[in-house]
């Protein structure tokens, strides 16, 4: 089956710290990456859409300048959350969608749990 | 937009007992239907999904769940559970643009299987 590797699985950082997520399809190329974000005992809130070779779709209410989505290629996406706060702690989960037949299907990471001190 | 209501945010359920995790969902356009699993600290693994075709779908690990279009229902079950399946359940749905939109998702599920 389709594989999203995502890196790293766990980050700590200091406040004020830039901090990168990656997230990789590994056997299927992806021109629509999905971030989300959960909270803890809380369901994923969608916070952008990242487009291959475009500028990234956020959700209302997520700041672009905080959350810098890049997705240079069809099989990465990255995540950098600019000038970290401890408010920005949170599980991060990028999802992957198939552009083959199974193209309705989002395949998702394992997580990136970012703790800012 | 879509919204999805889990109306039970805690199932516990004996061991080698029925178990069904309720969904409704509201849109103004046809979706798509997912239901996800998540283990602790980890990402989502997909069950099964409603795309077209057959109300009734079958998923992965014994699991099944029936699209109900008049009651806007997506109800998860399994005829009999097993410890390995205590987890947080999550179901979804999408808009029908050819996939480019993300997952509106309930807030889960967590089913605990007692011995």
């Known amino acids: 089956g389709a594989v999203v590797s995502q890196h790293p699985s766990w980050v700590i950082c200091k406040s004020g710290t830039s901090v990168k997520i990656e997230c990789r399809s590994l056997?299927?190329?992806?021109?629509?990456m999905f971030w989300y974000r959960q909270f803890p005992k809380q369901s994923l809130m969608l916070m952008a859409t990242?487009?291959?070779?475009?500028?990234?779709?956020?959700e209302q209410g997520v700041e672009k300048d905080k959350f810098l989505i890049n997705h240079a290629s069809l099989t990465l996406s990255t995540l950098t959350v600019t000038s970290a706060h401890p408010e920005d702690s949170s599980f991060y989960i990028c999802?992957?969608?198939?552009?083959?037949?199974?193209?309705?299907?989002?395949?998702f990471g394992a997580g990136t749990r970012l703790s800012v001190l | 937009a879509q919204s999805v209501t889990q109306l039970d945010s805690q199932v516990p359920v004996f061991e080698e007992a029925p178990v069904e995790l309720r969904c409704n969902y509201s849109?103004?356009?046809?979706?798509?239907l997912f239901w996800y699993v998540q283990y602790p600290n980890q990402g989502l693994q997909l069950l099964l999904k409603?795309?077209?075709?057959?109300?009734l779908v079958k998923g992965i690990n014994g699991f099944e769940a029936e699209f109900n279009k008049s009651q806007t229902s997506f109800h998860l079950r399994k005829p009999s559970v097993h410890i390995s399946d205590t987890a947080e359940y999550f179901c979804?749905?999408?808009?029908?643009?050819?996939?480019?939109?993300?997952?509106?998702f309930g807030k889960g599920t967590h089913l605990i299987i007692q011995p």
């Open positions: 999802s992957a969608r198939d552009q083959g037949l199974a193209k309705n299907i989002q395949y």
């Open positions: 056997d299927f190329q992806a021109t629509t």
């Open positions: 979804a749905v999408s808009g029908r643009g050819g996939g480019a939109d993300g997952l509106t």
């Open positions: 990242s487009n291959e070779g475009s500028k990234a779709t956020y």
């Open positions: 409603y795309l077209s075709g057959s109300t």
């Open positions: 849109s103004s356009v046809s979706v798509y």
